[in-house]
């Protein structure tokens, strides 16, 4: 994955935005391909890289906005990814 010199996303939707950018169309396919119960193997392919770009452990909004997506109170940065690559797979499923 490329690393960007652009600030870094606060929101999940500036989060995916950058990423349907950024990731090359195959794997853009890939992800769209991909069955929802299958998506916790995207996970451990694209959650480091993910971790890395946006700074996860850091990056305290963009966390805050993927807790608030998935509703859950008791939320730790390690699922942040996970919200994002869910996200990224519904909007390029919906097209």
Do not use: H
């Not at 770009?53 to 963009?62: D, H, T, Y």
């Not at 807790?67 to 940065?77: K, L, M, Q």
Request: proline fraction near 2%; hydrophobic fraction near 40%; aromatic fraction near 10%.
């Amino acid at each position: 994955m490329i690393k960007s010199g652009k600030s870094l996303p606060t929101t999940i939707e500036q989060a995916v935005d950058c990423l349907i950018s950024e990731l090359p169309s195959e794997e853009k396919a890939r992800v769209a391909d991909t069955d929802k119960w299958n998506l916790m193997d995207l996970y451990f392919s694209l959650s480091v890289d993910i971790e890395d770009k946006f700074c996860l452990w850091e990056n305290r909004a963009l966390v805050e906005s993927c807790r608030a997506v998935s509703g859950d109170e008791c939320f730790f940065i390690e699922e942040a990814s996970y919200i994002i690559i869910l996200e990224l797979w519904k909007r390029l499923r919906n097209g």
